[in-house]
């Protein structure tokens, strides 16, 4: 690659981030010509492509492209100090190329048309909306927690293998299609993620590859929330790019799902939400309602904590600086704080579909 060229992908990087800005003026477009034109063809020829294959291709692409840009900066080191704008130009022309190759393939998704106005519900819900539904889902999640044959002290144990759990996980789509077609999941490429210990220390439950649409979940983490992560980086292949509309429809898989543990999982899960956001919002509310959670629910929690509080350190803390900056550059302007949306769907779309 000449320097004209490395120069002319370097101003092409500038001009996609401008074009990503306006972009996200016009989020119509985007759901009608990318999310629900263009990329269900990309995903689905990519998921044929490489799902069958029992292994992540994509922890593999990654694995290479570290390799790979480890050594290059090696080489180049010296680079640096006798020809610091060549060594500019590779790194910018690389970018723009891969940031271009992402947006393609995935990352347009960022700026279609928020779930909440294509589900046709509110944003907005108020405290005691959100009491009368925390205290219905604590009814629902003790129901679910005794019809799996517990004792309302004990924490449910996980039936399936990892491999049942992605098997299973489909069936929430299926019947989440009959109602609405673009949640139609098919054909199927979630696997379990080579790097599992690299992302338990990152804080990571599970991740989308947008160059091999391959969805990957760690396969440490414990209990009910590998059914929901599972759901979860599914319906990022499906094109919904946000996290908390990827907890919501994750939610939805789940408890649409024919399997009565798959239900429970999901109504544990939005539960945490909900009491959580009652926690911020008026303490006293929520030391009231949590007296109500069976405490067979708040051990499958205490599990889930204590996982993850023996990974905490400095590279979680590191991974989340980052990826928090990477949402609020693509459209996300809370970053991973926004557990509110995510209740706000909740809360909203029971409105009119009552638990």
């Not at 696997?191 to 396969?219: I, R």
């Not at 599972?230 to 429809?249: D, I, K, R, S, V």
Request: net charge neutral; proline share 3%.
């Amino acid at each position: 690659m000449n320097r004209r060229t490395k120069i002319i992908l370097t101003l092409l990087l500038i001009a996609q981030m401008i074009g990503l800005r306006l972009l996200s003026y016009f989020p119509e477009f985007v759901e009608k010509y990318y999310s629900l034109g263009v990329f269900p063809v990309i995903s689905k020829i990519s998921r044929h492509l490489f799902g069958w294959i029992p292994f992540s291709v994509g922890d593999v692409f990654y694995s290479a492209l570290i390799i790979l840009g480890v050594r290059w900066i090696y080489l180049n080191l010296k680079r640096i100090k006798t020809k610091p704008l060549g060594f500019f130009l590779d790194i910018t022309a690389t970018l723009s190329i891969a940031y271009f190759l992402f947006n393609m393939l995935w990352g347009f998704n960022y700026y279609r048309v928020p779930l909440h106005q294509t589900l046709g519900v509110e944003r907005e819900y108020t405290t005691e909306q959100l009491t009368s539904f925390t205290k219905d889902l604590i009814l629902k999640a003790n129901q679910l927690h005794r019809e799996l044959g517990y004792e309302d002290s004990i924490k449910v144990e996980n039936p399936f293998s990892h491999r049942q759990i992605f098997d299973r996980s489909t069936n929430g789509y299926d019947n989440l299609s009959e109602k609405f077609p673009t949640f139609s999941y098919h054909p199927k490429s979630i696997k379990p993620s080579a790097w599992s210990l690299g992302l338990s220390y990152m804080g990571y439950s599970g991740y989308y590859n947008p160059f091999t649409a391959e969805a990957q979940v760690n396969d440490m983490i414990l209990g009910h929330r590998f059914t929901v992560v599972t759901c979860h980086e599914e319906a990022h292949q499906l094109g919904y790019a946000a996290e908390n509309e990827a907890n919501f429809l994750a939610y939805l898989a789940t408890t649409h799902n024919d399997d009565l543990y798959f239900q429970y999982a999901g109504t544990i899960f939005a539960l945490r939400y909900c009491v959580n956001e009652l926690a911020r919002r008026d303490m006293n509310l929520y030391d009231e309602i949590i007296d109500t959670v069976n405490f067979g629910i708040l051990e499958s929690y205490r599990e889930v904590r204590e996982f993850w509080q023996s990974y905490e350190g400095p590279l979680e803390f590191i991974s989340k600086t980052f990826f928090d900056g990477f949402l609020k550059a693509n459209n996300q302007e809370k970053g991973i704080q926004s557990y509110s949306y995510m209740v706000a769907l909740l809360v909203n779309y029971h409105q009119e579909k009552p638990l």
